[in-house]
């Protein structure tokens, strides 16, 4: 596993881990989480919150409220208990995933604000992606929250006036509070083989359709030199670290919810 450190502003640093097991890093979030957490109640400081770009191993992960019967089949891939909300989901290679260490009393957010935050982030990038010039005909196509349900969906426009078909689900989310402190974070299918998805009920939603971003928009293979116009996995992680670094930054404020 390799991991950099990357400063993104004076109060937020990145932290990327490549072919990560799931343990050790939950581990290490943990063990910052309550490190910084100790250093706020016994010193008063305020330490930089921190992203982690995290290239996870394959792994299938339960939430602390998670019910083993949505794990419709066994496989050869592990299944971790884990301490965040949410169902089973699964986690690996083509997936990002970015997991929030941040201090939201100091940054004055609200747990509903942190949620919100990384909705609209993944929406913001999506939707750009869909524009890409090397895409194809994407216009009817967009990317939406839900609040019945946590997590990012694509929508298609129908012939009907403000109605959508959704087809799917593209990103989901799961995060632990400990103390005014997050960890845990989002998870955007980018390139990954779907086929995980199929042992499992994703996020607890029997037949939810699971999506990846490279079957609306074009991308090229991480094998691949940079050329023409499509996007490169590091360039949609780019995207979204930058849009959670303006937000954190409190350059960019919450949209309006979207009704129940």
Known sequence: MQNTTQQLND??????????????????????????IDLKKQQGLRTPDELWIVDHNDVYTLGQAGKEEHILQRTNTPIIKTDR?????????????????????SLGWSV????????????????DCLQNPASSDTTAISAHARRDAPGVYLYADTSVADDKIMLGKMASLG????????????ALNLNCDLSAFNAINPCGYAGMQMLRLSDFVAMQK???EQTG?????EQ??????DNIAKRHAGLIELRALVPK
Do not use: C
């Open 236 to 241: 949609v992680t780019q995207k979204l670290i």
């Open 229 to 233: 116009e499509a996007l490169s996995y």
């Open 222 to 224: 991480a094998s691949d």
């Open 85 to 105: 909300g949410g169902q089973v989901t699964w986690h690996g290679h083509g997936q990002l995933v970015i997991y929030w260490l941040f201090d939201l009393n």
């Open 112 to 127: 509903r604000n942190l949620v919100s935050h990384a909705e609209q982030a993944i929406e913001d990038v999506i939707n």
């Open 11 to 36: 109060t937020l640093i990145s932290k990327s881990l490549t072919t990560a097991d799931y343990v050790p890093t939950l581990d290490g979030m943990l063990a910052r989480t309550l490190a910084r």
């Open 175 to 186: 995060f632990k509070i400990k103390h005014g402190f997050s960890y845990h974070g989002i």
